[in-house]
């Protein structure tokens, strides 16, 4: 005969398990850990350090995201790490519609503190990376809203 009490059937959920703290505790685990995981994945693709990678990859999508309309940046952002987006509101965006591909290596560069030619290897390497982290059909429509130069800069393979 199984017990009545619901605290000795171990089939059934404890109670501390299921209340809304304790899945917002284990929500915000799984996405600190997806975040490292993407941080450090991006570091290994690039060479980067922890922190530089982390540091590139704010430079780059908040950059990208100037030149993205606001309903593009959300379903961008929902694709991606929750501490990734949290770090990204932080970052001051200044919109400029026409935006080029120099314009952007150069906010790259002035925001990650590198030099216009690593910011360019830069971005090729996030967006790269990026790209292999969202949705076939995300990636179509960040391309679309991109001007030329710059969907060429989304495009390139990282340099090796």
């Given at each position: ?25 284990r929500h915000a685990s799984r996405a600190g850990t ?58 001051p965006l200044n919109g400029l519609p026409a935006m ?45 809203r991109l001007p030329e130069g710059l969907r060429e ?8």
């Amino acid at each position: 005969m199984r017990p009545t009490n619901h605290e000795q059937d171990p089939g059934f959920p404890h109670p501390s398990r299921s209340t809304p703290e304790a899945r917002a505790e284990r929500h915000a685990s799984r996405a600190g850990t997806t975040f490292a995981r993407f941080v450090r994945n991006l570091a290994a693709t690039g060479g980067y350090t922890v922190p530089e990678a982390e540091r590139h990859a704010v430079a780059v999508i908040a950059t990208l995201e100037e030149r993205l309309p606001i309903r593009e940046v959300c379903t961008l952002e929902a694709q991606l790490p929750r501490r990734l987006d949290e770090l990204l509101a932080f970052v001051p965006l200044n919109g400029l519609p026409a935006m080029d591909r120099m314009q952007f290596v150069e906010r790259v560069a002035a925001r990650a503190r590198v030099t216009y030619v690593q910011a360019e290897t830069i971005s090729r390497t996030v967006f790269a990376f990026l790209r292999s982290q969202i949705s076939e059909g995300e990636i179509r429509h960040v391309e679309a809203r991109l001007p030329e130069g710059l969907r060429e800069l989304w495009r390139e393979p990282p340099l090796r």
